[in-house]
């Protein structure tokens, strides 16, 4: 089990000072991660090719209900947070109940944060506290919506 990747924000906070001062590279992503599909892990390839950590932020249980209704997650934060834990290009898991990581990337102030290409450059929230802003193409067809839409047409 990979639950040592799993910190909580003060946590998180200590590690990246010895990280920065090592002078290693932090990226960060964040979402929801409810049910785990291509595109998902596409992007997470992808964000870890920019950095030498990467500390993804998790969105907690509360937060999803809070953006994509009471129907969601599917999958219970503990969970998520375990089955990411155990891919290998994710350093670091670390879960927040707002809405947004603004608060997380603010403490953490990573070099880069990566996002997906849906988000344009003036809607990525923590944008203020990084080096650089790298948006990744989605992998066409997938998303968790897509997913429980044809669960639901079984």
């Not at 946590?11 to 590279?25: D, L, N, R, V």
């Not at 990467?54 to 999958?75: A, E, H, T, W, Y």
């Not at 997380?104 to 988000?119: A, E, N, T």
């Amino acid at each position: 089990m990979n639950s040592s990747k799993i910190k909580s924000t003060d946590q998180i906070s200590k590690i990246i000072i010895k990280i920065k001062k090592s002078g290693k590279k932090v990226v960060f992503t964040n979402g929801c991660f409810d049910i785990l599909h291509i595109g998902h892990i596409k992007l997470l390839e992808k964000a870890k090719s920019f950095g030498d950590i990467l500390i993804l932020g998790l969105n907690s249980d509360s937060s999803v209900r809070k953006i994509k209704g009471n129907s969601r997650p599917i999958i219970p934060e503990k969970e998520r947070a375990e089955i990411l834990a155990s891919l290998c290009m994710i350093d670091y898991i670390v879960k927040f109940s707002e809405p947004t990581p603004h608060n997380l990337i603010k403490k953490i102030k990573p070099d880069i944060l990566v996002k997906g290409s849906d988000w344009k450059n003036g809607e990525i929230v923590g944008s203020e506290f990084v080096k650089k802003i790298v948006r990744i193409p989605l992998v066409k067809g997938h998303s968790t919506t897509k997913i429980i839409e044809r669960l639901k047409n079984l």
